[in-house]
């Protein structure tokens, strides 16, 4: 063989080896063995994930430098974020963080990582946080979208975990972000060969079919059972449509569908969809088929996959029933008060009115006594509305704290008059020690041509501004009842409320302020502790000493009576003031670790009264200690825990005794 035959022969083998390769290359289908790597890799990635994580959160555990850190965290692989637990601000990113946001460093620090979310994954986010804040978590992980300044979407993975600083009282947490965006946009298309593929093919538990030019030319044995033959040579060469009846659910003949849909799947690549097929002995049933054009020995075929859907049918036949309720109340729901007010929305049921109803002071009550309470006054309100309505009205409650009644061939006059009836069954209810108030609006229909959605904004709008009246009485009402409920449960704390107020009161005289802040401050020191509402009475009267889990739950205190007053709002100062009046004028308080003049002065009032009475009061743990041995403490701690000048016009002025 001569040079020019040689380098001919060796060009001809290896063009067939490229081609035998690529065909072998482009069989697309489910690789057991290659996915049993992937999951192993995966398995490895996510371990080597949650050390990093590990040895980046537990910051005594390791031996390495601050420098090497640093370095570490600014060349990580992954982005990382510090963010303030209470805030919610991000105070250090590293360099990957920013790309992966899009952002330079110096653009972010300082913003709400709710800012850079996503708007339709912020809720999510927010409720893992407050799990892992309520310790219901250590942490968590979820996928979510951070948005660009160009408006484009980012898919991460993020892992959040509190991290355990030496400093306890600045609540911190960390996010270890991992960019997924290529995995959200393309399919993992497993390419295997063809022996591999004919494991796969006869080892699936999933009845799968190939067919060329709409003709069956192989199946597996699962098939050959869904169908209720004995043998493969009794299917193959049988069309899609011999198999099936002779027209699909919806009217149209198996023969057009399945012309159809081979022509999606061969122009698309792939197709899912639900058909109907048919028994050798007669029998239909209904089946999910994903149907994928694959390459098979270099001719383009059909790879069916079926999935028996029988018993999810009939789920689903329940399902559609139980989809209509809402689960909490048994009202209908959001779904089928949109199809409803569609179905109603014709001539013949006008005049047709819509009436909103809103529970005033929700969230103030979830705050204070929990969900289960708010839960109980979501279910008492609907029977309520129920009780009010007439038999034939459709009531709905959309979501959160909003309900909706519906009644065609029904005018304003007649409203009122329900309306009337739910407000004085709702009089007659309590849930615990809290009294019930809707807010209600409504809007008539009454011409063909008016939008229906407009009758419908109408209706809210007017609901919203009856809230803006009944809404503040009623939050007044629910300051009332927690502090009732706290009192009740605890003597011992309504004592102190008031012995706190009242030397606030004297405070405010000495310190020659306005009648106004006198009376402001009066009610700070009555409200101080309204925050131990959520915390279980058993911890509260303990008669020994606290576990560190019980006193970490004591520390909530300030920031739920934050969120309790905040609700308020006449009292969003007064919330500021009770947030602050455990911090410390050298910065070691909570839960914020303000320093100095950074206290509110009312808080810093409060710190010292509040330490006072207490030393001076008999505790579920220690008898009361005398006036000397307060007085000497407060002394001590004068420029570290308290405020001195306040505490020079506390002892001097309200305790007359000398200050030294």
């Not at 927010?126 to 996928?143: A, Q, V």
């Not at 006193?551 to 300030?558: A, L, M, S």
Request: include cysteine; charge should be negative; charged fraction near 30%.
């Amino acid at each position: 063989m001569d040079k020019n035959s040689y380098w001919l022969f060796a060009t001809l083998v290896s063009i067939c080896m490229y081609v035998f390769t690529r065909l072998i290359f482009n069989l697309r289908n489910k690789n057991e063995e290659l996915q049993a790597y992937i999951q192993q890799v995966t398995a490895a990635q996510e371990e080597l994930r949650y050390q990093y994580y590990q040895n980046l959160a537990s910051e005594k555990k390791l031996s390495i430098s601050e420098e090497k850190f640093r370095i570490m965290y600014e060349q990580a692989p992954l982005g990382i974020a510090l963010s303030d637990t209470l805030t919610g601000k991000l105070y250090d990113v590293n360099p990957k963080f920013a790309e992966i946001v899009g952002r330079k460093v110096e653009e972010i620090i300082g913003i709400d990582w709710m800012s850079l979310t996503h708007p339709e994954d912020i809720k999510e986010n927010l409720h893992k946080s407050g799990l892992m804040n309520d310790k219901t978590l250590e942490n968590f992980n979820i996928i979510k979208r951070y948005i660009k300044p160009d408006g484009s979407s980012v898919w991460a993975k993020i892992t959040v975990a509190t991290l355990n600083f030496e400093d306890k009282d600045k609540p911190s947490e960390i996010c270890m972000v991992e960019d997924i965006t290529e995995q959200k946009l393309n399919e993992d298309v497993i390419k295997s060969s063809e022996y591999t593929f004919r494991k796969l093919f006869e080892g699936s538990s999933d009845a799968i079919i190939l067919l060329k030019d709409f003709r069956i030319i192989d199946c597996n044995l699962a098939a050959i059972e869904l169908l209720g033959y004995d043998s493969k040579t009794k299917i193959i060469g049988k069309t899609a449509w011999d198999i099936s009846p002779e027209k699909q659910p919806d009217g149209v003949s198996s023969m057009e569908k399945a012309w159809e849909i081979s022509m999606l799947a061969l122009k698309q690549g792939k197709y899912r969809f639900e058909w109907w097929h048919k028994k050798e002995n007669g029998t239909v049933f209904p089946v999910e088929i994903m149907l994928t054009s694959i390459l098979l020995r270099g001719k383009q075929v059909l790879h069916a996959v079926w999935r028996d859907v029988s018993e999810r049918k009939i789920l689903e036949q329940k399902l559609e029933y139980l989809s209509y309720k809402d689960v909490l109340t048994g009202l209908y729901n959001r779904r089928f008060f949109e199809e409803e007010l569609m179905r109603l929305n014709v001539p013949r049921n006008l005049p047709l009115t819509i009436v909103m109803a809103d529970v005033n002071g929700l969230k103030l009550i979830n705050d204070s006594f929990g969900h289960a309470m708010g839960d109980e006054l979501l279910k008492k309100v609907g029977e309520v509305i129920v009780r009010g309505c007439r038999a034939d009205d459709i009531i709905a409650r959309l979501g959160g704290d909003e309900f909706v009644i519906l009644l065609p061939r029904t005018a304003s006059a007649e409203i009122e008059q329900i309306v009337k009836r739910i407000k004085n069954q709702a009089l007659n209810e309590t849930v615990g020690s809290i009294e019930i108030s809707i807010s209600f609006g409504w809007e008539t229909k009454l011409d063909k041509d008016e939008d229906i959605r407009e009758v419908l904004k109408k209706a809210e709008d007017f609901m919203y501004k009856k809230k803006l009246f009944e809404s503040p009485s009623m939050r007044g009402k629910t300051i009332k009842a927690i502090i009732n409920t706290l009192h009740e449960k605890n003597k011992r704390e309504e004592q102190h409320s008031h012995r706190v107020s009242a030397l606030c009161e004297s405070m405010g005289k000495a310190l020659g302020l306005p009648e106004g802040e006198v009376e402001e401050l009066k009610t700070v020191g009555l409200l101080h502790d309204i925050g131990k509402i959520a915390i279980e009475e058993t911890t509260l009267n303990k008669p020994g000493a606290l576990a560190e889990e019980e006193w970490q739950e004591i520390k909530r205190h300030p920031e739920i009576g934050y969120r309790i007053l905040s609700t308020v709002n006449d009292m969003s100062e007064i919330a500021d003031y009770v947030l602050c009046h455990h911090e410390k004028w050298n910065g070691t308080g909570y839960p914020k670790g303000l320093k100095g003049e950074e206290i509110p002065f009312q808080s810093r009032i409060i710190a010292i009264i509040d330490a006072y009475d207490a030393m001076t009061s008999e505790r579920s743990y220690r008898k009361a200690l005398s006036e000397e041995v307060v007085i000497k403490e407060i002394q001590t701690n004068s420029g570290t825990q308290f405020d001195p000048e306040v505490v020079n016009v506390f002892l001097e002025k309200v305790l007359r005794v000398k200050a030294s």
